[in-house]
């Protein structure tokens, strides 16, 4: 079946740092979303892609379609303490329903 | 407009007993699903419907599982027997006509003791 692998599964970052994460699939997804999990809480949708090489921001967040439409990446710029949280990518499946990674744990360095 | 909203959202049950929870979705969507999450993972896709009709399960969905969506508003999902692998958070999300994007609920953390 299909699986999403994503890298790296934590992270520490310090505010003002540039963060970086990646997500990779076995397979060719044609909508690729990302979205952010606080504990206790249901994912929050951050960005969606439609088209392979796309590249999109939403703030300080920008995530990019790969080429090969088996990849998409996610960049933070100058990250703030609420920028904690688990991120998650995922690929629209051929049932509709999304397919997600194991997340990225984002963690402030102490 | 409010977001999706999910009801209860924690449930502490003994295992055999049945649980209920119940999803509204976003005014207008017309697609909801139901995912299941345990601690480390990404949500997982149980079932999906249009309107009122369920249109996929994943094989997930147990016998012991079952969902409605009697109006093509809210809907409801049922554990019957509950057993302690079925704790977990059950997430509904909604989408709106046309769109690929879902939209999620807070969850329902269910606890089988």
């Known amino acids: 079946g299909q699986q999403l692998n994503q890298s790296p599964q934590s992270m520490f970052i310090q505010e003002g740092e540039d963060v970086s994460m990646n997500c990779t699939s076995s397979?060719?997804?044609?909508?690729w979303l990302w979205y952010k999990q606080d504990p206790g809480e249901g994912p929050v949708l951050l960005i969606a892609l439609y088209k392979a090489g796309e590249l999109t921001s939403n703030g300080r967040l920008t995530a990019q379609f790969g080429i090969t439409r088996k990849d998409s990446f996610l960049n933070i710029s100058a990250s703030i303490p609420s920028d904690v949280g688990i991120y998650f990518c995922a690929g629209r499946g051929s049932q509709g329903n999304l397919i997600f990674g194991k997340g990225t744990k984002l963690s402030v360095k102490p | 407009d409010t977001g999706v909203s999910q009801d209860p959202r924690h449930k502490i049950t003994k295992r055999g007993q049945n649980v209920t929870f119940r999803c509204d979705p976003i005014s207008e969507h017309n697609r909801l699903y139901w995912y299941r999450q345990t601690l480390g993972q990404g949500p997982e896709f149980l079932t999906y419907?249009?309107?009122?009709?369920?249109?996929?399960k994943s094989r997930l969905l147990s016998d012991r599982f079952s969902a409605e969506r009697p109006k093509g508003s809210f809907s409801t999902l049922e554990i019957q027997r509950t057993e302690q692998g079925d704790s977990a958070m059950y997430l509904c999300a909604s989408s709106p006509p046309g769109s690929n994007e879902q939209f999620f609920g807070p969850g329902t953390r269910l606890t089988v003791l």
């Open positions: 419907f249009q309107n009122e009709a369920q249109l996929e």
């Open positions: 397979s060719i997804f044609n909508t």
